[in-house]
């Protein structure tokens, strides 16, 4: 335990390497493409809409697909209605306001390990953000579920509530959903993995050094 | 160094494989899902009617509130020409002439919904097709002898947005008619919509038809709860003597109907045993409301009924051997086949679940045989000589093909887009034709070239003479046809030319030297008639203030050959098929001199069919445009 407890202390002095320092940049550089890409997207196909009705789901806003011809949102709330569904509004998600000062908040505190350089604060940023990943990826299966489940018992069509996918293919009704997520979401797995990266490639295994006061314990060699 | 090597690859190698496992499913990801379109040259043979050569079956289908009847030949699907009917169409001066005028009356549109070809012993006869008029509470006749609109009957008493009609019964004893929109009766009663359950009535009726004339008059009707009546069909064979109407808002509801009248899992379909609503009428156990013979089913016990169905049906359509009774609930995916002699066993045995007003609603168990799962929306059911149902599917954009009696669902085929009626040929009478179905889809989403906002209907030509469905073809239609019935073209026999033997008209001219103007005091009548290259007399001197008729024949024996009159500045444009006569009525009020000229090209002189319209004794007028100018300044 004592051997256990002394070397992940000397995991977590360890400094981080120049290597490191410049894939924690670049991991940050990634995360700006988080403020002008979708998250995540929804395609709703049928015999109608060949082309597909598009929702794009970015850290901050909801946005359908746009032409000259058709308003994708509004026209997947007109037809929501029929079956009593909510309309999908900006307003209802708190989240739009807070997820990207998270996201800066993540880079920020990514940057502060490039200039403290030790690994503790790397690590910090890793847990933080897979609490913060695991969190996001829960809430939206959660706000598609009260969005299927919760439908107005006066609706003109009963169906049986639903849950629209998180993540692949589903029919439901006449349509086919398909949910899959964009570069946001790559740009947020590939900070992950370059923070991860960084982690290893400042890693050392500890060695067997002889102390100040003449001890053989764990260390790194000067 | 080498360590840093291996420790670089393993990196890479593990974010590689992440970020694979995450964009696999990205490839799937489908850009669009486009039907496939296969055997096109197949296909193209199999609607191609080649120049010269005709189409096998007329296509009559509604122009919706265009206020017409659009005629088109399948397979070709070709718009051969459009039947005016309660819209003026200056392309045939339809609604320009006195006999039209008056028939048109008040109204200068129509919302055209359901056509009718008349039968005998349930099978098209070719003799006239009917149409209503879902906003004036009309019904007009067409004489398919020259496919003209000859009669227009209406607004009919009591009946309140007829769009439950024109269905006809099996040898056109009666045409259907019924209130889509529940009133206080008689009309001009006013009652606060709160009422609306109570004060507020429904009507389903039976316009009479002349056996020999065609003639249309009013038949009887029956007082019905509040509902919304939609569509209806006649029974046959099995179920000869019977009519049936669907209808929504068993709620009775008002205010926001989307939601108020679908609140119940439930609507009705109503069956009305019209023979005994005939022997009502005719023993006198009626009320007469506004001049009809009502029959309230308080009073009268046995005339009508309800079936219970599936929430909100739109179209009910009687089996070919009149067994089975097909409601569609369009707010659900099942389509339901009533067995008709369950119903009248349940009628027997007063096996009721309810009652309505004094209706007795038959238990739903008793009388269904099937509920077949079609799809989503399912509205309007066709058949065709092998036993199969067609069924639209509004929401799903497709149609269903199953089988009667099994009540399998054997095909399915998408169509572009929200279909709402569908027509096989000949497929709501005794004996259906098969081959062609014809969907008549509501939206078309712009697949053709643009043309704007303004967007035509899409109509597609399916050939269901195999085991599968194949699309063949899609044509455009203004708005808006809601239904239509295809016809073996043998069976109709038109003229093309009103022969001179034939004419009755009383003030009909034969000869150009018959041709005069005299004047009875201020009336200045004129026999005119019109050949090529000329109308005769050229010259009509009147007076302001004058009431000018005009008898003007075609003296022409010529398919084809017809003139029209137009007259600048008069608002009148008459066109005279060869061999017809026809009489225009005005009154001289502009002075000066005003050409009138042959509309419908006619002849290499065409240009030189010229006359003129000279209106003395008044004062030069001055010109909207120059009095609008004036105030300007």
Redesign the interface.
């Known amino acids: 335990m004592q051997a256990f407890l002394r070397k992940a202390n000397l995991f977590f002095d360890l400094p981080l390497t120049m290597i490191s320092r410049l894939l924690i940049i670049g991991s940050v550089l990634i995360l700006i493409v988080t403020y002008v890409t979708p998250l995540w997207n929804m ?1 709703f ?4 809409y ?3 009705l598009v929702l794009n789901i970015y850290t901050y806003k909801l946005e359908g697909g746009m032409s000259p ?1 058709r308003n994708d949102l509004q026209e997947i709330n007109s037809l929501n209605h029929y079956i009593g569904m909510r309309p999908l509004l900006e307003s209802d998600f708190s989240e739009f306001t807070w997820l990207p000062f998270v996201i800066g908040a993540l880079m920020l505190l990514a940057l502060r390990a490039v200039v403290i350089g030790r690994m503790s604060n790397l690590v910090d940023v890793v847990v933080l953000f897979t609490y913060f990943g695991l969190f996001s990826l829960w809430s939206f299966y959660h706000r598609l579920y009260t969005y299927g489940h919760n439908l107005d018992p ?5 169906v049986e509530p639903f849950t629209p996918p998180v ?3 589903k029919v439901i ?2 349509f ?1 959903v ?1 949910s ?2 964009d570069v946001a979401a ?1 740009a947020l ?2 900070f992950f ?2 923070l ?2 960084a982690v ?2 400042s890693w050392r295994r500890p060695i067997p050094v002889r102390s100040s006061v003449g001890d053989e314990e764990l260390g790194y060699a000067k | 160094m080498k360590s840093k090597m291996r420790r670089f690859t393993w990196v890479v190698v593990g974010a590689g494989c992440i970020l694979a496992v995450l964009l696999l499913p990205q490839s799937c990801r489908s850009k669009t899902r486009v039907q496939q379109r296969t055997g096109a040259a197949e296909s193209a043979v199999a609607s191609y009617v080649a120049p010269g050569d005709v189409d096998p079956y007329y296509l009559f289908y509604s122009g919706g509130h265009s206020g017409q009847i659009y005629v088109g030949g399948v397979p070709s699907m070709r718009h051969i020409c459009t039947i005016p009917v309660f819209s003026p169409y200056p392309a045939t001066g339809y609604g320009f002439d006195k006999e039209t005028k008056e028939m048109l009356g008040e109204y200068t549109w129509g919302d055209a919904h359901h056509p009718a070809l008349s039968e005998t012993k349930g099978d098209y006869d070719g003799r006239w097709l009917f149409i209503n008029d879902n906003a004036n509470n009309r019904i007009a006749r067409i004489e398919l002898r020259d496919f003209k609109t000859r009669q227009i009957l209406g607004p009919i008493p009591n009946v309140s947005g007829n769009h439950g009609s024109t269905f006809v019964t099996p040898n056109t004893e009666y045409i259907l008619a019924a209130s889509r929109f529940s009133i206080p009766l008689p009309k001009g009663t006013m009652a606060p919509i709160e009422n609306y359950a109570s004060q507020y009535k429904g009507v389903v009726a039976g316009i009479s038809v002349d056996p020999n004339t065609g003639q249309m008059a009013l038949g009887w009707e029956i007082l019905m709860p509040p509902f919304n009546y939609d569509l209806g069909d006649a029974g046959k064979m099995a179920s000869e003597g019977w009519a049936f109407w669907t209808c929504y808002n068993a709620e009775r509801a008002t205010g926001k109907l989307e939601v108020t009248a679908t609140q119940k899992d439930r609507d009705y379909i109503v069956a009305v045993d019209w023979k005994a609503a005939e022997k009502a009428a005719k023993e006198g156990k009626v009320k007469t409301i506004d001049g009809v013979k009502v029959i309230d089913p308080k009073d009268v016990q046995g005339v009508v009924y309800l079936l219970p169905c599936s929430k909100s049906p739109h179209g009910v359509d009687v089996s070919p051997d009149g067994k089975y009774i097909i409601g569609s609930g369009k707010l659900q995916s099942i389509t339901t086949a009533f067995n008709f002699e369950k119903i009248k066993t349940a009628i027997a045995k007063k096996d009721f679940s309810g009652q309505e007003d004094g209706i007795p609603v038959l238990k739903y168990e008793s009388i269904k045989d099937a509920e077949i799962n079609v799809g989503l929306g399912p509205l309007h059911t066709q058949f065709d000589d092998q036993g199969f149902a067609y069924t639209s599917l509004f929401v799903e954009s497709a149609v269903a093909k199953w089988k009667l009696g099994t009540w399998e669902v054997v095909d399915k085929i998408p169509i572009t887009y929200n279909i709402g009626h569908l027509a096989t040929a000949e497929g709501d009478t005794v004996s259906p034709d098969g081959k062609y179905l014809v969907a008549l889809n509501k939206l078309s989403h712009g697949r053709h070239l643009t043309v704007g906002p303004s967007q035509p209907e899409c109509s597609q030509l399916i050939d269901v003479s195999g085991e599968k469905m194949k699309m063949l073809y899609e044509a455009y239609t203004e708005p808006e046809p809601h239904y239509a019935q295809i016809i073996k073209a043998d069976k109709i026999k038109a003229i093309e030319v009103y022969q001179k033997a034939d004419s009755k008209h009383p003030n009909a001219i034969w000869d150009v030297k018959d041709a005069r103007v005299e004047r009875k005091g201020n009336n200045v009548n004129v026999y005119m008639a019109a050949v090529r290259s000329s109308f005769e007399p050229n010259k009509i001197e009147v007076k302001q203030g004058d009431r000018v008729t005009i008898y003007l024949t075609n003296i022409e024996q010529t398919t084809d050959e017809l003139h029209g009159f137009g007259l600048n500045e008069h608002n009148i444009n008459v066109v005279v098929d060869p061999g017809e006569t026809k009489v225009i009525e005005f009154v001289a009020n502009k002075p000066g001199v005003f050409p009138f000229y042959c509309t419908n090209f006619c002849s290499a002189l065409h240009q030189e069919m010229q006359g003129y319209l000279l209106v003395g004794g008044g004062k030069p007028g001055q010109s909207q445009l120059s009095k609008a100018a004036g105030a300007q300044q």
């Open positions: 395609a196909y049928s015999n109608q060949t082309d597909g011809n006066t609706a003109a069509i009963k993540f692949g293919e009704a006449n086919t398909e899959y997520p790559y797995t590939a993995i370059l991860v990266a290893l490639f």
